[in-house]
């Protein structure tokens, strides 16, 4: 694969009054092709898919709320159909419908909640480990225990700072150890890319403290099901070896759409994406181009 070479360029757009941030990587005749990140990522996890892809799509990376260099929202309280409406708007202004979207954990399960409701706006969907979910939704905790825990577990990130590095080489051994598949050159800019110096020299993630913890309330794994067997569209659901997701996952997720095929790769992480990259952008040509 070739070195990065090209430079997007960034913008901005609304979402119920946030001021958010996306990747535009031009080629702007070209079809679309939205590329989402997960939990407490940022756009630029995208850069080396999108240096291959570039040439053949019009790719936009966008960075959820309370990530990367979008707005944080005030007092928190994150959910699913928060980002959803993130994904929705930026469709919508930017007039991609009908498009391809690639997406990763918690943004393929948002981008999948999509395809559910706006079926005839996706054309093709690959999603890397995004089939998942809070635990409860699987063991179906009672309402009650999933409002306290969302109180606890909120009134208990209200009392936490963001953490600081001394300096951006600390914060970069930090992501190495998060995952051990990162080349240095990747872990580096995706360490550059995801922090902020402080006012007081040290570094800390761009991504709100608050992420960490998400709205009790949300759709049913019966819900969940229903809205995606309403995705007519071809997805590719992609795996790691290595990951804790599949053993979370019973059986093939395949199984709960019409039109899905399942792929696992060896050596690979939950960042499929980054840990494989010359097999996953091989794959998704393949998928993308076959009729």
């Not at 990530?67 to 469709?91: F, M, P, V």
């Not at 209200?158 to 872990?187: C, I, V």
Request: net charge negative; charged share 20%; with cysteine.
């Amino acid at each position: 694969m070739s070195s990065l070479r090209a430079s997007p360029t960034s913008h901005s757009y609304f979402s119920q009054g946030l001021r958010l941030h996306y990747l535009d990587w031009g080629n702007p005749d070209a079809p679309p092709l939205l590329l989402v990140h997960g939990n407490r990522d940022h756009c630029h996890n995208w850069d080396w898919v999108a240096q291959e892809l570039r040439d053949d799509y019009h790719i936009l990376a966008p960075d959820f709320r309370g990530h990367g260099d979008s707005e944080h929202i005030r007092g928190g309280n994150y959910s699913n159909t928060g980002y959803l409406y993130d994904l929705a708007q930026l469709i919508h202004q930017q007039n991609l419908a009908p498009l391809k979207v690639i997406a990763h954990s918690l943004g393929g399960s948002v981008a999948l909640r999509y395809a559910g409701t706006y079926p005839k706006n996706i054309e093709k969907m690959v999603v890397i480990e995004g089939t998942g979910g809070p635990s409860w939704l699987y063991q179906e905790v009672p309402i009650d225990e999933r409002i306290q825990s969302f109180v606890e577990s909120t009134r208990g990130s209200a009392g936490r700072t963001p953490r600081r590095y001394s300096t951006l080489e600390e914060a970069f051994e930090r992501m190495r150890t998060e995952n051990k598949h990162l080349s240095e050159a990747q872990a580096r800019h995706l360490t550059v890319h995801g922090s902020n110096q402080n006012e007081d020299g040290t570094y800390s993630w761009k991504f709100d403290n608050q992420t960490h913890v998400m709205a009790p309330f949300d759709l049913t794994l019966t819900q969940t099901k229903q809205l995606w067997s309403r995705i007519q569209a071809p997805l590719l659901l992609i795996s790691g070896s290595e990951s804790e997701f599949g053993r979370h996952q019973p059986g093939d997720p395949a199984a709960h759409f019409p039109n899905a095929r399942s792929v696992r790769f060896d050596q690979a992480g939950h960042w499929v994406q980054h840990d494989q990259l010359d097999r996953f952008v091989t794959e998704v040509r393949a998928f993308f181009k076959d009729a």
